[in-house]
């Protein structure tokens, strides 16, 4: 960490913001000059102390991850870790009869989301930005569900599918016995189940990224599109919505992102059995479940790695050279 | 519109504007019927839905069962686990990530953006991509005497840990952010002035980011009171266990009619409804902190 202190790199340094023209030649701030020797011990120690429990807990853990998914493990001595190559991706792929739809039912509830409450959510709040009347109560109410728990969400969903005492069968007279529909049960049936209770949230979430989206919008654009004759739908269509694109480009990210750490709901829910299987459920089951078989564990976590990483970097890489430019 | 726009005068009462309401009002009663439902489910005693059937008039609606699962299952002792969790947590992390986030933002080393790189990723990973390990490794960590546990697995300490970690990613990515919006000449006068490095960060940069700070704190509070995922997997013993994972036990074990189980969910639910309801601002602005600057 003391290395990179006594190296200086203004070209990197980012603009507080833009001015009015570039005319600065970035006049090198002198820091370094004025720092002393204590001041150095002191600010390797302010980012130092967060990096080293940062990387600690987080990047070596999935390093960790990667290396132990070539191995097999009881998990109870390290002389019991034995390297086994791609055995586990092996078995995975071929044997396991979870694997597959598991993945499968990350890419559902990923496109479930897309289409389904995303769009919700940006309509809502495009209707919510009119500055209407009650504006703040109708987003209260849909926004609700994003600050209670996802658990206690799960919870509240069980009340509304139980087969014999919930809302919707006792609603559609689906409680009586030979008539059941069993939403939680049924292996057809729970995925869907989950999702409604799943979409019923991120629509709210999804609501305030695109509220906050829409603050940012030039008010002159609106006036000038209006002036133009262009009506509603035209002017969202061709001026609004392109204005969006950094918010759609973290809608985005947030939904494949959410869509692969899905868990609590189904956990509590069914605990991920047949049906709702997702490969967050499958890692987890590893570990608490009575089987302890790391290797085989880790090697589903690689799976959900590697996804995780290809959505992840192309989105920081994005971010950042942009901001570099700013 | 224009017109409205230039009397700053409400839009008059069209019907498309009556329209847009009657779908609002819809849609959001809509929303909020599960958790409505849950209160209804609450309120009622078992003896009576299970002779009337659950959507049914009410001869009389009670908090008993808000009362009984409170008290039967202990859940202010649990709301105490949740507290020596998220406190600490909370303030840790915030105190850690705006140190890293200072130390990216106002000093022009060559490894800063790679370091905040490294912490905005690991704040996007799956928790589940790290879980295995980290399981393993915190029944590894032997602490005698610190922890109940005697080790990092099953103790507070150990979730604190980990929320912090994780957490701080976040934090310290939009933290600086915050920071690099603050004028450098700020900083730049102290440490002409000779105070050290600290003081710049303590007593200058560190109030300024005062509106930020409420905003994560605010965030982080009900991200990590309503943390399901770590607490399931790295805590064992019941009694241990915060308010979430305590809930999930005790429905299983204790709780047998599912009046109780609502009334307990929505207990449950309380102390971040409270949260929100009070700095509804904060909250909202925090979530949007991080987004706008994708």
């Known amino acids: ?50 990096t080293v429990l940062h990387v600690a807990l987080v990047w070596v853990t999935a390093i960790a991850s990667i290396f132990l998914a070539f191995t097999s493990w009881d998990g109870i001595g390290f002389d019991s870790i034995k390297w086994v190559g791609l055995d586990n991706f092996k078995q995975l792929f071929s044997d396991n009869p979870q694997f597959w739809p598991a993945v499968e039912h990350n890419i559902i509830w990923f496109v479930v989301l897309i289409l389904i409450p995303t769009p919700m959510g940006l309509f809502l709040a495009v209707q919510l ?19 209670v728990s996802l658990a206690v969400t799960g919870f509240v969903w069980q009340l509304v599918y139980n087969p014999d005492t919930g809302l919707i069968n006792s609603l559609i007279g689906a409680n009586k016995p030979g008539h059941y529909i069993d939403w ?16 019923w949230r991120h629509t709210g979430y999804m609501m305030i990224l695109y509220l906050a989206g829409l603050k940012g919008v030039d008010p002159s654009l609106r006036e000038a599109s209006s002036l133009d004759g ?24 947030v939904t494949i992102i959410e869509a692969l750490r899905a868990f609590d709901l189904v956990f509590v829910f069914n605990k991920g059995a047949q049906g709702t299987e997702l490969l967050s459920i499958l890692i987890t089951n590893n570990i608490i479940g009575e089987s302890s078989r790391i290797g085989y564990g880790s090697a589903i976590a690689v799976v959900l ?22 | 519109m224009s017109t409205a726009v230039v009397t700053k005068q409400r839009t008059p009462v069209r019907p498309a504007r009556i329209l847009l309401h009657v779908f609002l009002v819809t849609t959001s009663l809509a929303w909020l019927a599960p958790l409505v439902w849950a209160i209804f489910a609450a309120l009622r ?99 005698p005497g610190v922890t109940a546990s005697g080790k990092l697995y099953d103790s507070a300490l150990g979730l604190v840990l980990i929320h912090v ?4 990613g ?26 050290s490095v600290w003081r710049q960060y303590w007593q200058i940069v560190l109030p300024l980011c005062k509106p930020a700070m409420a905003a994560l704190a605010t965030l982080l509070s009900i991200w990590i009171y309503n943390d399901f995922f770590w607490a399931i997997v790295l805590i064992s013993t019941g009694e241990n266990m915060p308010i979430t994972s305590a809930l999930n036990n005790l429905s299983g074990q204790y709780f047998t009619d599912p009046n109780l189980v609502a009334a307990g969910a929505l207990l449950t639910a309380i102390p971040t409804l409270i949260v929100y309801f009070v700095l509804q601002r904060q909250f909202v602005s925090g979530l949007t902190l991080g987004a706008n600057k994708g």
């Open chain 1, 230 to 253: 262009a009506n509603e739908w035209q002017t969202f269509k061709n001026v609004i919505f392109p204005t969006l694109r950094p918010t759609n480009t973290v809608v985005l990210v």
């Open chain 2, 170 to 195: 976040f934090c310290a990515f939009v933290l600086s952010n915050y920071m690099r919006m603050l004028p450098h000449e700020l900083t730049e006068a102290a440490l002409v002035d000779g105070a």
């Open chain 1, 184 to 199: 939680i049960g049924d292996p057809h049936l729970n995925l869907w189940a989950v999702l409604v209770a799943a979409s």
């Open chain 2, 45 to 143: 005693p078992y003896s009576e839905t299970s002779d009337k059937g659950y959507v049914s008039w009410p001869d009389k609606l009670t908090f008993d069962n808000f009362k009984n699962a409170f008290e039967q299952s202990d859940m202010l002792h649990y709301f105490g686990n949740t507290l020596i969790i998220a406190v600490p947590a909370v303030l840790l992390t915030l105190l850690l990530s705006s140190m890293v986030a200072f130390y990216v933002s106002r000093f022009d080393f060559r490894l800063n953006i790679a370091l905040l790189l490294v912490f905005t990723a690991g704040n996007l990973l799956p928790q589940q991509v790290i879980i295995t390990p980290l399981y393993r490794m915190y029944l590894l960590i032997d602490l």
């Open chain 1, 1 to 50: 960490m003391s290395a990179d202190i006594t190296t200086t790199s203004p070209e990197t340094a980012p603009q507080p913001s833009p001015g009015p023209a570039p005319v600065d030649k970035r006049v090198p701030r002198g820091h370094k000059r004025l720092l002393t020797r204590r001041d150095r011990v002191t600010l390797a120690f302010m980012a130092g102390v967060p």
């Open chain 2, 165 to 168: 970690a994780f957490q701080s």
């Open chain 1, 129 to 147: 930005d009119k500055k209407i009347r009650f504006s703040r109560v109708y987003q209260t109410a849909y926004f609700l569900p994003v600050v």
């Open chain 1, 305 to 326: 790695l590697v996804i995780s990483l290809a959505v992840i970097i192309p989105y920081l890489i994005a971010t950042f050279r942009k901001e570099r430019r700013a």
